[in-house]
């Protein structure tokens, strides 16, 4: 079982806060700090390059989100140190911010959360520092794609299986693994709701999706096997088996239609 502190930014629910609906005023203040996410990223995603450390982007992150005058979702979130997470290589999320250089050939996943009016936006991006490995390219590729597949699948009347149904398959028709102890949530209030949004499931079981519901999906996807382990820092969640691994995430709105991603600029 996963403890608690393993679950943190992607997990299994904390406790159960019940799913909500957002009113359209909730949901201005969710755009506004899925802007404020997205922004942040893009400043990380512009500088990244080799000989940087990732305490580095953490500051970026840290500086960005207090311009607009938000506040970081991460920073204390049960302890946590830093403002992002910032996972190289092999870790696959939770990864702490520190004195690590990053070299020519990493492949960085990031993930950011900030709070705008007491409202969460949640999202995630894996980058290549420098000239990457076509293996880690695809690999990146692929994961981006099954975002974008469980985001397509993610409207008005559908199930939460439907999602996850729509990454595994995805995934693992392309001969890659996807992480199972680590799922997406409902965001709004706190970074994390219910319900769960993981990245494998049954079509058509699972939460019934409604408009005004506010979730992230944020597959992780493995080069090897799907397992995982956490390092002794009791943060750092990496592939058992070493493999490389990346990670994609948006916050969004489900609507009758397309779903509206809200980290966004
Ligand atoms: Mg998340
Ligand atoms: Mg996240």
Redesign the pocket.
Known sequence: MSTERETL??GPTIGDRGITLKSPREIESMRRAGWVVAKALDSMMKAIRPGMTTADLDDIASAEIRAQGAKPSFLGYLGFPRTVCVSVNEEIVHGIPGKRVLRDGDMVSI?C?AVVDGFHG???VTVGVGDISSECQELMDVTREALDRGIAAATHGARVGDIGWAVQSFVEGRGYSIVREYVGHGIGRALHEDPQVPNFGTPGSGTLLRKGMVI?I?PMVNVGGWRTKVLADNWTVVTADGSMSAHF?KTLLITEGDAEVLTRL
């Open positions: 930014f992607a993930d959360g949640d999202s995630a992230a944020e995430e």
